[in-house]
């Protein structure tokens, strides 16, 4: 167990929905990341949050947000949802954005029908 | 652009074999290097690290050493089990940057 949960655990939805995945960081860890990791596109950074601000942007689409919140658990935004983002989303935390070292969480796995 | 590059699976090796993984990459400066490991259905879990030229992470029998001058970081295990069974995942951070950057992931199945 790393000390990072994810809510849900699986999620089946429908195009053009919109879904909120929940992370909650190891305690301690101030820096949040999200991960997607899809068949075609294997592991790739979404984005990062440090202390509730956005430190970093990867290869997140328009219609996907996140953000921090002051207890420093992230949420991830998915909306208009496609066939081509059914994935299995992680989030991931560090201590801070230097310590090198990020601890993953189960992932929720998004399933859009 | 920095990149990792991992041999294709899947790898199928008897119980109490060796292990070799190859993992290279690409990157300006001075990443740190990872190995994750995904097990059927789970997460992904911090195998070992290396932050620097030379040096040699290990963890549960696996060991990879940090070499600068092949940009490699190969992960070795001298007699797998079936509990090994599982996705194996190479990875960097750049200098100066907090993302990590993934191989496409190499399966190993162990049989007893």
């Known amino acids: 167990d790393s000390g990072v949960t994810q809510t849900p655990k699986h999620l089946i939805t429908a195009t053009g929905q919109r879904v909120t995945l929940r992370c909650s960081p190891r305690s301690g860890d101030l820096s949040v990341y999200w991960y997607q990791q899809s068949l075609d596109q294997g592991l790739q950074f979404l984005i990062q949050?440090?202390?509730?601000?956005?430190?970093a942007k990867g290869n997140i689409l328009e219609r996907f947000s996140a953000q921090q919140f002051p207890d420093l658990h992230s949420e991830l935004n998915l909306s208009s949802l496609e066939l081509g983002d059914s994935a299995l989303y992680f989030c991931a935390s560090s201590v801070d954005p230097g310590a090198k070292t990020q601890y993953f969480g189960p992932g929720t796995r998004l399933l859009v029908l | 652009g920095n990149s990792v590059t991992q041999m294709e699976g899947p790898v199928t090796l008897s119980e109490e074999a060796f292990l070799t993984i190859n993992c290279t990459y690409t990157?300006?400066?001075?990443?740190?290097l990872f190995w994750y490991v995904q097990y059927p259905g789970e997460g992904l879990q911090l195998l070992l690290k290396?932050?620097?030229?030379?040096d040699k992470g290990s963890n549960k029998g696996f060991e990879a050493t940090y070499r600068k001058e092949t940009t490699s970081f190969h992960l070795e295990k001298g007699s797998v089990q079936v509990s090994d069974s599982a996705v194996y995942f190479c990875?960097?951070?750049?200098?100066?940057?907090?993302?990590?950057?993934f191989g496409t992931g190499t399966r190993l199945q162990v049989f007893p």
């Open positions: 990157a300006t400066g001075y990443p740190s």
């Open positions: 949050y440090y202390n509730g601000e956005e430190r």
């Open positions: 990875a960097l951070i750049s200098w100066g940057d907090d993302k990590l950057i």
């Open positions: 290396a932050t620097k030229a030379d």
